[in-house]
């Protein structure tokens, strides 16, 4: 898959767990009480596995990405782990990642649902995803960063800049005032 492709597909795949998230769980109704004076049934057997076909029933202790398909669950990991740049280990603990011994996984758990929560309040169908925020990067900065005159790709851009209103609004006899100060004479 491209990275064109892969992030509508794992924004649908966040998407689609977050509506199987919020979808009520339909319980049945409680059984009554066996007679007083029936005998001892024989131990229940184990609750059954969650889907088989979902990811909480192929996988352990999934959380927050329940409801999506086993198979999208690796690639929707591999695309949070390229969006902050970091390798499985960062959040799961090698050779067992149903535990939750990492500060970090409980952090991207949180992170994921704030995620959700954004894409369902705001933006009118638009997503945001890790990459949005991370870039590549385990913790996204605070700030952007601001090009400074002295680079030259931003030096470059003003030059032009400066260029192009000097050539379209510094050629009439009097320029207003806002464009005059652009003029270079």
Known sequence: MTSRQIVPFVASVLIAASSAAAAPAK???PSPPPPAAAPAAPAAPAAPPGDPSKAEGHFKNIQVLNGIAWEDLVPAMQFISSSLGVDC???HVERAP???DKKEKQTARK???????????????????????????????????VAKATDVPAAHALGFLRHFINHQA???VTPPAW?????IS
Do not use: L
């Not at 995620?115 to 949005?132: K, L, P, Q, S, Y």
């Not at 464009?179 to 003029?183: E, N, Q, S």
């Open 89 to 91: 280990d960062f959040c």
């Open 111 to 145: 992170m994921i649902t704030m995620m959700r929560a954004i894409n369902h309040d705001n933006f009118n169908g638009r997503e945001v995803t890790c990459a949005t925020c991370h870039h590549g990067a385990s913790h996204p900065a605070s700030f952007p960063e």
């Open 179 to 183: 464009r005059r100060a652009w003029c």
């Open 170 to 172: 510094c050629q009439t």
């Open 27 to 29: 319980t049945p109704p």
């Open 98 to 100: 149903e535990k939750d």
